[in-house]
């Protein structure tokens, strides 16, 4: 816990004005694990919005659609639709790979063949690394825990295309 505040206290500590806003495409890989049940695995495509408040901090909603759906005894199930808001939280330094922190609140929806959608709600969690192709373009990946319940897990990796404007 104190290496966690003291990290904090230094990323705060050298906060510098950014206000970028930026979007993008995103591309994830869901894995949703139910207990008693084998593993689900989706694939959505999206959006993100974000606005960098500092270099170290930014704001970020996204909204994904399931491209691919998978099935469980026969029963076709799709993760329908996923919408989140972060706080993401970087570590600038002086390479080209950019380490952050993904902390917020997911909102998914799966549909499940015959019976229709099932939407739940969860805190959301993730770590990620960015890379900087030119100075506006930047490409992501990331592993996030959109979803956990004593009951079933909604994981995810991915990777996102990024333009600040």
Same mark, same amino acid.
């Given at each position: !816990?104190?290496?966690? @505040?003291?990290?904090? !206290? !230094?990323?705060? /500590?050298?906060? =510098? %004005?950014?206000?970028? @806003?930026? $979007? $993008?495409? +995103?591309?994830?890989?869901?894995?949703?694990?139910?207990? &008693?049940?084998? +593993?689900?695995?989706?694939?959505? *495509? $999206?959006?993100?919005?974000?606005?960098?408040?500092?270099?170290? *901090?930014?704001?970020?909603?996204?909204?994904?659609?399931?491209?691919?759906?998978?099935? %469980?005894?026969?029963?076709?199930?799709?993760?329908?639709?996923? #919408?989140?808001?972060?706080?993401? @939280?970087?570590?600038?330094?002086?390479?080209? @790979?950019?380490?952050?922190?993904?902390?917020?609140?997911?909102? #998914?929806?799966?549909?499940?063949? $015959?019976?229709?959608?099932? +939407?739940?709600?969860?805190?959301?969690?993730?770590? &990620?690394?960015?890379?900087?192709?030119?100075?506006?373009?930047?490409?992501?990946?990331?592993?996030? *825990?959109? !979803? /956990?319940?004593?009951?079933?897990?909604?994981? =995810?990796? &991915? *990777?996102?295309? %990024?333009?600040?404007?």
């Amino acid at each position: !816990m104190k290496i966690v @505040l003291f990290t904090l !206290m !230094m990323c705060l /500590s050298s906060l =510098s %004005v950014a206000g970028d @806003l930026y $979007g $993008g495409a +995103s591309h994830s890989n869901l894995d949703f694990k139910v207990d &008693g049940v084998s +593993s689900l695995d989706f694939t959505t *495509v $999206g959006i993100i919005v974000g606005y960098e408040l500092t270099n170290q *901090v930014a704001i970020e909603a996204r909204y994904a659609e399931g491209k691919k759906s998978d099935d %469980v005894y026969g029963i076709d199930v799709e993760a329908d639709k996923v #919408a989140s808001v972060f706080a993401k @939280l970087a570590m600038p330094n002086a390479t080209t @790979l950019t380490p952050y922190l993904l902390l917020g609140y997911t909102k #998914a929806t799966l549909d499940v063949e $015959g019976f229709g959608g099932e +939407s739940e709600t969860d805190s959301s969690y993730g770590v &990620g690394v960015q890379f900087e192709l030119t100075e506006a373009l930047h490409l992501d990946a990331e592993y996030v *825990v959109l !979803m /956990s319940d004593s009951d079933y897990d909604l994981n =995810s990796v &991915g *990777v996102n295309l %990024v333009y600040h404007f």
